[in-house]
């Protein structure tokens, strides 16, 4: 039995925040939320090309959303998903 493949773009749009960073910042940005007190969950879909996408829940989306838009490094918000 191989790897299991999510496709995140599969799941419910409620419950991602798709972005992009700098590759080297993923771990940082993996950090900040993780210091957060568990607003999102990081998973770096493609390392190379600094794509990530943040899992949140209905009640957290938009302090995440908040977060991001402050957030001291240089992102782009790919999909935001549906309030």
């Known amino acids: 039995m191989g790897p299991v493949r999510i496709d995140p773009l599969s799941h419910d749009p409620r419950f991602r925040i798709l972005l992009e960073v700098y590759p080297h910042d993923i771990d940082f940005l993996n950090r900040v939320l993780e210091a957060t007190d568990g ?19 209905p009640d957290t989306r938009a302090e ?20």
């Open 39 to 57: 607003l999102g969950l990081v998973t770096t879909l493609d390392r190379r090309l600094g794509r990530v996408v943040i899992w949140v829940t």
């Open 64 to 83: 995440v959303i908040t977060l991001l838009d402050s957030f001291p490094r240089t992102i782009k918000i790919i999909d935001q998903g549906t309030v």
